[in-house]
Structure formats: C-alpha cells, structure tokens
C-alpha cells in the first residue's frame, strides 16, 4: 500500500499541531520553480491567532528538521489559517461558520446563498436572506444535499449590537 509524501506528512505532523490546540485542515507539497514548498494550514473552533501559529509553525519546523521528513533538497515552510472565503467540507467547518453568509451549490442543481444558523448531525438550518423587500426565509438543507459550500466576505453587515439598536429605534 502507497502513501503520498503529503499523507506521510500528515501522520507526521497531525499529531503535533493537535497538541497545540490546532486542527490540520490542509497540507500540501507543491513545487514553486525549483524551491519546493510545504504548505500547511491550521485552525480552531476559536480560530488561530498569529501568536498559535508562529508558535505552531516553530515546532513543526523543528519536527520537520528532526526527522528529515522533506528530504535533504531545500524547502520553504508556509504555516497559516483558512482563507477569508473558505470552503467548507467537514462538520467542524460548518460549525464555525455558524452566523456567515454562504454559497452553497445544491446535488439537485440549484445554488442558495444563505447564513448558517444551526448545525446538527444531519445538517443546517439557515436564513435566506428576503430579496426586493420580502422578508427573510429559514430553511434546512441536509448533508448530503449540499455539493460545495464557501463562506462568503461580507463587507457592510451589521453585527447583532447594530441590528438590535435598529430595531429599537
């Protein structure tokens, strides 16, 4: 049985970046000109600060050098967090974007962009949001119904101080 470089290298270093409090969501090999570089992206249901990351990146670097993992040729280390617009894959990842928006690319064709309200076991309760005037609308889409799934930026929302405020005046 084969293994890749990149599933070595996960059983290598899963376990550490898990003793830091840190789940390994990503990690691959990728050759950049004749450096290559060992990318590995870590987070956290409370998310990953710039000081868990360092800190992670260090021991993984000192893990990598211990063990020659990467070979003898030269590589660059690139440790960081899920990017701003995220795709989600894995009931953790569903469960941290509770209340963000999100695109989601329905099995039987349709698409929905939607916030996450709730997520079980079998899958999530979200808010449509209401389109000319109408009034938003919940909905529950199951696992399996859900093709691709990816937070989306959102740069004018409110939060829930502002809306509350609003709603008082």
Not at 44 to 57: H, I
Request: proline share 3%.
């Amino acid at each position: 049985m084969s293994t890749t470089q990149s599933e070595r290298l996960r059983e290598l270093l899963e376990p550490l970046v898990t003793s830091q409090g840190l789940d390994l969501e990503e990690i691959a090999v990728d050759s950049v000109g004749r450096k290559r570089v060992l990318r590995v992206v870590v987070d956290s249901d409370t998310g990953a600060d710039l000081d868990a990351v360092a800190d992670v990146s260090r021991a993984l670097s000192a893990k990598l050098d211990e063990t020659n993992a990467m070979g003898d040729d030269a590589y660059d280390l690139e440790v960081g967090t899920p990017g701003a617009e995220r795709p989600l894959s894995e009931h953790r990842h569903f469960v941290r974007a509770t209340d963000r928006l999100v695109k989601f690319q329905l099995a039987e064709g349709g698409e929905v962009t939607a916030r996450i309200l709730a997520v079980d076991e079998e899958g999530i309760d979200v808010e449509v949001p209401g389109v000319k005037g109408r009034k938003a609308t919940t909905r529950r889409l199951g696992f399996p119904e859900i093709v691709k799934a990816r937070v989306q930026v959102e740069f004018n929302r409110k939060d829930k101080k502002d809306m509350k405020e609003e709603e008082e005046a």
